[in-house]
């Protein structure tokens, strides 16, 4: 077994594909003393400029798998490779920091802050004036089209709108990796539509790879590549 946590790598573990951002070899995770499986044996590699769509059925294990990736829970053994080196227990936070940004179904926004303090949040673990944390903030939110709601709280925004600025707040820091779970989930069909083009055009002009959780097949025809998941397995 490859412990995660107790950073027990070796350097001949399943070298990931060349220019891979991230590699999982044999990864699982198992649950209440390994009577359930949540993830089996997951190879995958997310490179540089890659728009992948996991899919698959309730239960299936993508949330669990997205939350590995993301550094959020740890596989029970297996392997993970960042840049085509070991993630060890020492370099998570900084991991999830700078490399990895979230969206979330649920938008997870600060309801007492603005569109402009929400998409600052991440900013204040790394190393920027005020100054610098509110011209950025307003630059991402031009990005997805929303510097004009700058000062609104999220309860005077629509849920496409709140979502859009949790895909701000997500590029907050450059991240090379964006992780969206269910990101239209709680979305009509017009704000999924500007959601998933906010996406395709942060992928296309960044080149920031996404992996993107869904169980619908018209929200996953969007990506580039579909990874099919049953019973914490690859398809």
Do not use: W
């Not at 990736?69 to 993630?87: A, K, N, Q, Y």
């Not at 000062?151 to 979502?163: A, F, K, T, V």
């Not at 859009?164 to 017009?190: F, K, Q, W």
């Amino acid at each position: 077994m490859i412990c995660f946590m107790n950073e027990l790598f070796s350097e001949d573990d399943g070298k990931g594909m060349d220019g891979a951002l991230v590699s999982l070899r044999g990864i699982s995770r198992f649950y209440e003393g390994g009577s359930i499986h949540a993830l089996e044996g997951i190879d995958l590699d997310i490179a540089d400029g890659d728009f992948i769509a996991v899919t698959g059925p309730s239960g299936s294990g993508k949330s669990t798998l997205l939350s590995i990736i993301g550094g959020l829970e740890l596989p029970t053994s297996g392997t993970m490779l960042v840049d085509r080196e070991p993630l060890s227990s020492g370099r998570i936070d900084t991991y999830r920091q700078k490399f990895i940004g979230f969206v979330f179904q649920a938008f997870y926004l600060i309801p007492t802050l603005t569109a402009l303090e929400n998409v600052q949040l991440p900013m204040f673990g790394v190393v920027r004036s005020r100054k610098q944390r509110a011209d950025k903030a307003l630059a991402l939110l031009d990005t997805v089209g929303l510097s004009h709601r700058r000062h609104h709280l999220p309860q005077n925004m629509s849920g496409g709108e709140r979502q859009r600025v949790a895909i701000a707040r997500s590029l907050a820091n450059d991240p090379s990796l964006i992780l969206a779970d269910e990101p239209t989930g709680n979305l009509d069909s017009a704000s999924s539509t500007a959601v998933l083009d906010t996406l395709e055009r942060i992928n296309s002009s960044n080149r920031t790879a996404i992996v993107l959780v869904t169980h619908e097949a018209s929200i996953a025809q969007h990506a580039h590549k579909i990874v099919k998941m049953k019973d914490g397995k690859l398809q």
